[in-house]
């Protein structure tokens, strides 16, 4: 069956603008997470959602950060005023449940920052 | 707070030679404990898991054993073959309910014919 799916894979911007980042979990997944990786920091949690519903964003690095959950499916993480430190491959991960749940990875979005 | 620590690569081995890498974890109680392996070109993909303390996960070739006494999850395989080049990260499900997971920094394999 279909895997998890992020668009674009690759996004360039020019520092300042906004992006939006899209990610379709895998069908019946009502868990969805969002990590950062980049070569300074490793992997970083960034958010997580149940169903639509997002209980805790101190992960998001900065108020400039937001993500949404539409449908219990599809879900966008938009980054205003990009930064050069933003720069990094953006990955997200669906699961069927929560605890102990195997996550499944899609491919990611490299977003670089110039 | 919860934490991975893993060796740091590179690791560069001859194809038949035994792998091992290392992992040892700062947690409260004992969570769930993963190897998740990046191929080239490829998005993370679960190698294996263990749920509890003395459990093995096992999987292509691979073994690792939930140590709580040493806090490890160390990675082994007894001969590693040129296909598992790759970057191998240990990671455990943090606390509370969200499951997300905390991932060590990484360790990339590269195995020479």
């Known amino acids: 069956g279909a895997g998890v799916s992020q668009s674009p894979s690759n996004k360039v911007t020019e520092k300042g603008k906004d992006v939006e980042l899209r990610c379709d979990p895998i069908s019946g997944h009502t868990a969805l997470y969002w990590y950062r990786q980049s070569l300074g920091q490793g992997l970083e949690f960034l958010i997580y959602f149940q169903g639509n519903s997002a209980p805790d964003k101190s992960g998001l690095p900065s108020d400039r950060f937001s993500a949404e959950r539409t449908g219990g499916s599809v879900s966008t993480l938009t980054i205003q005023r990009t930064q050069q430190e933003d720069s990094a491959v953006y990955l997200c991960?669906?699961?069927?449940?929560?605890?102990?749940?195997?996550?499944?990875f899609g491919p990611g979005t490299r977003l670089t920052v110039t | 707070g919860n934490s991975v620590t893993q060796m740091e690569g590179p690791v560069t081995l001859s194809e038949e030679a035994f792998l091992t890498i290392n992992c040892t974890y700062t947690a409260t109680g004992y969570p769930s404990l993963f190897w998740y392996v990046q191929y080239p070109g490829e998005g993370l993909q679960l190698l294996l898991k263990a749920t509890k303390a003395d459990d093995k996960g096992s999987n292509k070739g691979f073994e690792a054993t939930y140590r709580k006494e040493t806090t490890s999850f160390h990675l082994e395989k007894g001969s590693v073959q040129v296909s598992d080049s790759a970057v191998y990260f240990c990671?455990?499900?943090?606390?509370?309910?969200?499951?997300?997971?905390?991932f060590g920094k990484g360790t990339k394999l590269s195995v020479k014919p």
């Open positions: 991960a669906s699961s069927f449940g929560v605890i102990d749940s195997e996550q499944y």
């Open positions: 990671a455990l499900v943090n606390g509370g309910s969200q499951g997300n997971l905390i």
